[in-house]
T-cell receptor, first 108, second 111 residues
Framework: KNEVEQSPQNLTAQEGEFITINCSYS?????LHWLQQHPGGGIVSLFM???GKKKHGRLIATINIQEKHSSLHITASHPRDSAVYIC??????????FGQGTRLTINP | NAGVTQTPKFRVLKTGQSMTLLCAQD?????MYWYRQDPGMGLRLIHY???????AKGEVPDGYNVSRLKKQNFLLGLESAAPSQTSVYFC??????????FGSGTRLTVV
């Protein structure tokens, strides 16, 4: 069993829909990160969470430490949101353990 | 712009050749990492460094060596390239309490 599990693996939606991507982890962590990678592109850090909730524009990330679960939400989704979203948890020595990623496609 | 710069962006090697990938960051970060990304495998840690002059093995270190002689630079070396090392390589850096900054990646093909 992977230490970091994301669901769904693939998600296709229509423009304007509310999107939720889930991440569960099985190890003790100091922080959880959400990353975004566009096709053929680099990796961009979206959020770093250790508790509660953060919001940036149309993106919202939440974490429940007791349940070892985090969600990434996108409101009013747009085709430019199409990307792979990666959940990663930080263990000792600042090392990241990555989920497999969720491939999101938003159709116009 | 501040960030992480990787060179080269693309490279094709013949089996048995050697090369060095350079990662440079200008944010004074202590921690630096080399990852490889393969289809269906996600990102895997090759080697990392917690400060100048230090290096440590990650999840998949075999076939690679690293050096961190200067705080801003983290070099990844392939002494004798193999087709199994065909991958996209990402460098990243961070500081305690901060998020991670990734380079734009190096696409390496070993034929």
């Amino acid at each position: 069993k992977n230490e970091v599990e994301q669901s769904p693996q693939n998600l296709t939606a229509q423009e304007g829909e509310f999107i939720t991507i889930n991440c569960s982890y099985s190890v003790g962590i100091s922080a959880l990160h959400w990353l975004q990678q566009h096709p053929g592109g680099g990796i961009v850090s979206l959020f770093m969470l250790s508790s509660g909730k953060k919001k940036h524009g149309r993106l919202i990330a939440t974490i429940n430490i007791q349940e070892k679960h985090s969600s990434l939400h996108i409101t009013a989704s747009h085709p430019r949101d199409s990307a792979v979203y990666i959940c990663a948890v930080r263990e000792g020595a600042q090392k990241l353990v990555f989920g497999q990623g969720t491939r999101l496609t938003i159709n116009p | 712009n501040a960030g992480v710069t990787q060179t080269p962006k693309f490279r094709v090697l013949k089996t048995g050749q050697s090369m060095t990938l350079l990662c440079a960051q200008d944010m004074n970060h202590e921690y630096m990492y080399w990852y490889r990304q393969d289809p269906g495998m996600g990102l895997r840690l090759i080697h990392y460094s917690v400060g100048e002059g230090t290096t440590a093995k990650g999840e998949v270190p075999d076939g690679y060596n690293v050096s961190r002689l200067k705080k801003q630079n983290f070099l990844l070396g392939l002494e004798s390239a193999a087709p199994s090392q065909t991958s996209v390589y990402f460098c990243a850096s961070t500081q305690t309490g901060q998020g991670y900054t990734f380079g734009s990646g190096t696409r390496l093909t070993v034929v």
